[in-house]
């Protein structure tokens, strides 16, 4: 079984600022990781994901996240916001194994991006 | 084509009535899953269909039925509803190659039911 912790509930930032939104996950096998954008009223859109190779993703809209093992994180950071960026952001783990073959989510983020 | 499309956008729904959430996708995935989002929460897995064929049910009511006619369609009837089921519904699908799974999941924008 796996499991992802978003500690942080809402992240208030000002408009071209940095953001770093924390993911953190629990799991007894090797994972894929995930970032989800959702914007108010509508689905979810990918973000980035973690396979394999480089520990470092990039991803669409200018943001990238960073697998670390050691400290089992894939922590997600954007060097300048825009208000257009303002939505809940899901972390999201599934497992290698092959035997569920479906995501596990957090909590969610809700950024807020202030002018 | 890139997208998984959900239909209706909208629904509601009397709790006697019975209707369909239907999720269509183009892209050659095998995979495909409901998941159920109510407000402020993250989305929670319902269904995994693979190949055609229904892998995991998360435990969800009867009420609920989901059929995959084809590698393309999904559906979810619905019948008896409460209003606790009011909800966003979520599609999505995923491609397997061989013994090596590509984890592109791609999501549908969702139905969101009120159930009255």
């Known amino acids: 079984a796996q499991s992802v912790t978003q500690l942080d509930s809402q992240v208030p930032v000002f408009e071209e600022a940095p953001v770093e939104l924390r993911c953190n996950y629990s799991?007894?096998?090797?994972?894929?990781l995930f970032w989800y954008v959702q914007y108010p009223n509508q689905g979810l859109q990918l973000l980035l994901k973690?396979?394999?190779?480089?520990?470092l993703v990039k991803g669409i809209n200018g943001f990238e996240a960073e697998f670390n093992k050691s400290q089992t994180s894939f922590h997600l950071r954007k060097p300048s916001v825009h208000i257009s960026d303002t939505a809940e952001y899901f972390c999201?783990?599934?497992?290698?194994?092959?035997?569920?073959?479906?995501?596990?989510f957090g909590s969610g983020t809700r950024l807020q991006v202030q002018p | 084509d890139t997208e998984v499309t959900q239909t209706p956008k909208h629904l509601v729904m009397g709790m006697t009535n019975k209707k369909s959430l239907k999720c269509e996708q183009h892209?050659?995935?095998?995979?495909m899953y409901w998941y159920k989002q109510k407000a402020k929460k993250p989305p929670e897995l319902m269904f995994v269909?693979?190949?055609?064929?229904?892998?995991i049910n998360e435990s969800v009511p009867s009420r609920f039925s989901p059929e995959c006619p084809n590698s393309s369609l999904l559906n979810l009837h619905l019948h008896a509803l409460q209003p606790e089921d009011s909800a966003l519904y979520l599609c999505?699908?995923?491609?397997?190659?061989?013994?090596?799974?590509?984890?592109?999941?791609?999501f549908g924008s969702g139905t969101r039911l009120t159930v009255v």
């Open positions: 799991s007894s096998v090797s994972v894929y």
């Open positions: 973690y396979l394999s190779g480089s520990t």
């Open positions: 999201a783990v599934s497992d290698r194994s092959g035997g569920r073959r479906a995501l596990t």
């Open positions: 269909y693979s190949y055609e064929k229904l892998s």
């Open positions: 999505a699908s995923s491609q397997e190659i061989r013994q090596r799974a590509n984890y592109g999941y791609t």
């Open positions: 892209m050659g995935h095998r995979a």
